[in-house]
């Protein structure tokens, strides 16, 4: 009997604000831009991107291809995204430099 899958979609788990706001926390925590753009997508995707292009002024396929994490995307449209979904974005001291500045 052959394995039955199924396809796992991260957007189908985002029903409340603060599963939204740990899944954007834990997608920014390693810096990394695309994984950054991606979650947005997702959580995009979970909200509704017909709204989102609304609320944004860009096209569905454009806020597709800037959130795949596949793109570039510029900083101008993740910060665009990320308040039309009623976030903003912070630049946080990393945890190990904390340190470093706490001691002198």
Do not use: Q
């Not at 993740?78 to 190990?96: E, P, T, W």
Request: proline share 3%; no cysteine.
């Amino acid at each position: 009997m052959p394995l039955e899958t199924f396809e796992y979609d991260s957007a189908e788990f985002l029903g409340s604000e603060e599963a939204v706001a740990e899944y954007l926390l834990a997608a920014s925590e390693d810096g990394d831009a695309n994984h950054i753009a991606r979650a947005l997508g997702v959580v995009a995707r979970a909200r509704g991107m017909s709204d989102l292009s609304r609320n944004t002024g860009l096209t569905r396929p454009a806020l597709y291809r800037a959130l795949s994490g596949e793109g570039n995307p510029e900083f101008g449209t993740i910060a665009k995204v990320a308040d039309a979904l009623g976030y903003r974005l912070n630049l946080v001291l990393k945890s190990d430099d904390a340190s470093t500045v706490a001691a002198k």
